[in-house]
């Protein structure tokens, strides 16, 4: 759980909020941008509720030993943790300082299992832009239309996006932002079994699971028409093993320097040849048998770029379209799945 930001105005938000309730210990952490609460099995012997240092109890849970923890809490906000013959004391703050998560009214919302929409927004976050003056670029967009949901991501340099059909066919239009930050916590925080609640507003998002809830603002403002630079006519096509090429292309990467931060695609019938060069490291170069028949043509680009999506996908072939060696390249596998990269010139 990493919604603690070091930049909190409440010393409170420094800490977790621990309650003890029916049969389970529930957990919550915010910055007041983002909230996270999870809960665990427990053997509940009198209710409540207090605040630890959140650095410093996860620190202690992580290190103590395997079993059960028992906790207890006085009346000056001290509490005490023990794990076989481990002990601690730690002094927390009242839990009644901690803001309360507000209430949420829905206007829309849809369902889909944990695991695809943490895979699917892996597949997608690299490409978004870095820049944080530049908010809706920052972002990830989720857009739902005609039942279909987009997540995408760009830079203005690269696009990637993914799409899935939902199984609600009723399923509301609209589109929002999501702020880097929690899709990393969606990540961290959202288990892989069972299906995830997505629930939305203009202002917020819920993502519910058995276990854990977060909530997060969204970023003001409208996403860009990402769809406009998608070619929708290509001359060739290139089928390239994946792994194979991910491998290569890590080892000819090796010689790129900041004076020459490209790798060079030369097509040939069946066989792609990657390639780079830099003055002050040297040189390097592979093959790679592919799927391809056309003319010879050979392709620049960044690297990290190029890499990037290999290492979220799971098909074992990638299809490459494109038209020539300096229109935009759009690489296709997983289902669903398009990133589209512009090459590099020179």
Not at 29 to 44: K, M, N
Not at 108 to 132: C, G, M, Q
Not at 245 to 258: I, P
């Amino acid at each position: 759980m990493c919604a603690i930001s070091p930049r909190v105005t409440f010393p409170v938000l420094n800490n977790f909020l621990l309650e003890a309730k029916g049969d389970r210990l529930i957990v919550t952490a915010s910055d007041l941008e983002i909230s996270v609460r999870t809960s665990v099995p427990a053997l509940v012997e009198e209710e409540g509720k207090t605040t630890l240092p959140a650095k410093k109890l996860s620190q202690i849970a992580a290190a103590f030993p395997a079993g059960d923890v028992y906790f207890v809490c006085d009346e000056d906000e001290i509490s005490s943790l023990s794990c076989q013959k481990s002990h601690y004391k730690l002094r927390g703050l009242d839990a009644s300082q901690f803001p309360p998560l507000g209430d949420f009214e829905e206007v829309w919302s849809f369902t889909l299992p944990t695991h695809e929409l943490v895979r699917n927004i892996a597949k997608v976050s690299y490409a978004r832009s870095s820049d944080e003056t530049r908010k809706q670029l920052n972002g990830v967009l989720f857009s739902v239309r005609n039942a279909v949901l987009t997540i995408a991501a760009t830079d203005g340099r690269r696009l990637a996006l993914v799409e899935k059909p939902l199984p609600d066919a009723t399923a509301t239009d609209g589109d929002v932002i999501l702020p880097n930050k929690a899709s990393a916590e969606l990540a961290r925080g959202l288990d892989g079994n069972g299906d995830v609640k997505v629930r939305l507003n203009q202002a917020c998002v819920v993502f519910e699971t058995i276990d854990t809830v977060i909530m997060t603002k969204l970023v003001e403002g409208t996403y860009p028409n990402f769809r406009q630079v998608i070619p929708d006519n290509f001359n060739r096509s290139v089928a390239i093993p994946r792994a194979i090429f991910a491998e290569a292309l890590n080892r000819v990467s090796m010689v790129v320097s900041d004076n020459s931060a490209s790798v060079r695609l030369q097509l040939n019938d069946g066989q792609l040849i990657v390639s780079a060069s830099s003055a002050d490291v040297g040189e390097a170069s592979e093959p790679v048998d592919v799927s391809y028949e056309g003319d010879s043509v050979t392709i620049s680009f960044n690297p990290l770029f190029f890499n990037e999506p290999l290492k979220y996908l799971d098909c074992d072939q990638l299809i490459m379209q494109f038209k020539d060696d300096y229109s935009p390249v759009v690489i296709s596998g997983d289902e669903g799945f398009l990133y589209v990269l512009m090459p590099m010139r020179g």
